[in-house]
């Protein structure tokens, strides 16, 4: 059974720190995502990763960075929060294998920047 | 890129009635076309999905229609349930690249 888990449930941050959201995954997928889910605005991806140390813009790259050490870990960075990146973040794995393409999720971050 | 159009935003139903949420794709390359559902406080699920070599696929009371012609596809759930109040979310992909979502429906199930 596929698991994807991520570092918190819920976060609270000042306007201007720096917040790290990480996510893990047991299951050996090379590739891993990280969507912001808004009301109205369905999953928006942010960034993803294909290997370890590649990285790729998604959608809504603006004011967050990614980092991929690990093949099992995708980390989230928000070099200098900010409220309108208060959200709630997924991340999610799949194989890169042509053809076959389904995404597991993990249970989600909510971050709210004050 | 790819854009994918979803609705409705919301729909009602009555326990029993029959629900159908219709999405739209631009990039005719695409290929693979899911849907996830996601419950209240829960991470979103794959429940099905269809390739572009099949137009019609069923799982039990869910299923999945594709017009590639139109670029549209279909989720159609019969004999709804309370347990089916969730959002639901189509996607579009080439295979092995990433998703790209509709903005997804609510759908509530009234017994």
């Known amino acids: 059974d596929v698991k994807v888990t991520q570092s918190s449930r819920y976060l609270v941050k000042r306007t201007g720190e720096k917040v790290f959201l990480e996510c893990v995954q047991d299951?050996?997928?090379?590739?891993m995502f990280w969507y912001r889910q808004d009301p109205g605005l369905g999953l928006r991806l942010i960034y993803f990763s294909y290997d370890v140390k590649m990285k790729e813009k998604g959608d809504i790259p603006e004011g967050y960075s990614v980092s991929r050490e690990k093949k099992e870990r995708f980390s989230l960075i928000l070099e200098s929060a900010s409220t309108n990146q208060t959200s709630m973040y997924l991340c999610?794995?799949?194989?890169?294998?042509?053809?076959?393409?389904?995404?597991?999720f993990g249970p989600g971050t909510r971050l709210t920047v004050l | 890129g790819e854009n994918v159009e979803q609705h409705p935003s919301t729909l009602s139903v009555q326990e029993g009635d029959s629900a159908v949420i219709k999405c739209t794709y631009s990039?005719?390359?695409?290929?693979?076309f899911p849907w996830y559902k996601q419950e209240l406080g829960k991470r979103p699920q794959l429940i099905i999905d269809?390739?572009?070599?099949?137009g019609e696929k069923k799982d039990q009371r869910i299923a999945v229609t594709l017009n590639k012609t139109a670029k549209h596809f279909s989720l159609h759930i019969t004999e709804t349930q309370p347990e089916d109040s969730a959002v639901y979310f189509c996607a579009a992909s080439m295979g092995y690249s990433t998703l790209t979502f509709g903005k997804g429906t609510m759908l509530l199930v009234s017994p």
């Open positions: 990039d005719s390359a695409s290929n693979y």
């Open positions: 299951m050996d997928h090379e590739n």
């Open positions: 999610a794995s799949s194989l890169f294998q042509k053809g076959y393409n389904e995404q597991f």
């Open positions: 269809i390739r572009s070599n099949v």
